[in-house]
């Protein structure tokens, strides 16, 4: 079935740093991926949609100047966590819609502590 | 606006049938999806059903769909320990590609 990746798994970074994750398509080509972020213990929520070529749209109450999102291909979308600090902490997790088959497949997700 | 809900917790014994629920409130939801999440793991999709549908069966999964209701179930037939995750019921409308909105996930255990 379709892969998606995303890379790295797991990040321990220090207050203050910028954090970037990588959401890859393997073999086929996203038109719209999506960023989620799970808390513990809770649901996914989404962050914010990205289009291939256009700006993200963020959800409502998601800061776009703390989660700059970059979908410079149809392969891969970045998140990039902002000034990360110990509240970011979270897993996140990204999808990515094959527009051949209306079918969205979620990457295996990223492990951020901010310490 | 949009709401999925499911009860949090389901404490079953192997080899019994477990069945997990999901309420959901956009009548305009075009299909609803189930997935398994094993700790520190992404997510699984386990089975989906298209709104048009009322049940869709594959192996020990049934999906029961109440469309009247907007009520959603999931039975697992001869639940085993590795059955043991947290399971998510989510909802999207428009195409299958569209963003999910998910509930709150039912953590099942499964006693030996």
């Known amino acids: 079935g379709a892969v998606v990746s995303q890379h790295p798994s797991r990040v321990i970074c220090k207050s203050g740093t910028s954090v970037k994750i990588e959401c890859r398509s393997l073999?086929?080509?996203?038109?719209?991926m999506f960023w989620y972020r799970q808390f513990p213990k809770k649901s996914l929520m989404l962050m914010a949609t990205?289009?291939?070529?256009?700006?993200?749209?963020?959800e409502q109450g998601v800061e776009k100047d703390k989660f700059l999102i970059n979908h410079a291909s149809l392969t891969l979308s970045t998140l990039t966590v902002t000034s990360a600090h110990p509240e970011d902490s979270s897993f996140y997790i990204c999808?990515?819609?094959?527009?051949?088959?209306?079918?969205?497949?979620f990457g295996p997700g990223t492990r951020l502590l901010v310490l | 606006g949009e709401d999925v809900e499911q009860s949090l917790f389901l404490s079953v014994r192997e080899g019994d049938s477990s069945v997990i629920n999901c309420t959901y409130t956009d009548s305009s939801s075009t299909y609803l999806y189930w997935y398994k999440q094993e700790p520190g793991a992404g997510l699984q999709l386990l089975t989906y059903?298209?709104?048009?549908?009322d049940m869709k069966q594959d192996q020990r999964l049934t999906v029961l769909l109440n469309k009247k209701d907007k009520h959603l179930s999931l039975r697992i037939a001869d639940t085993q320990t590795g059955d043991s995750a947290i399971y998510f019921c989510?909802?999207?409308?428009?195409?299958?590609?569209?963003?999910?909105?998910f509930g709150g996930g039912t953590r099942l255990m499964v006693k030996p």
């Open positions: 990205s289009n291939e070529g256009s700006k993200a749209t963020y």
């Open positions: 073999d086929f080509q996203a038109t719209t």
């Open positions: 059903i298209f709104s048009n549908m």
């Open positions: 999808s990515a819609r094959d527009g051949r088959k209306e079918t969205q497949y």
């Open positions: 989510a909802e999207t409308v428009g195409n299958a590609g569209n963003m999910l909105t």
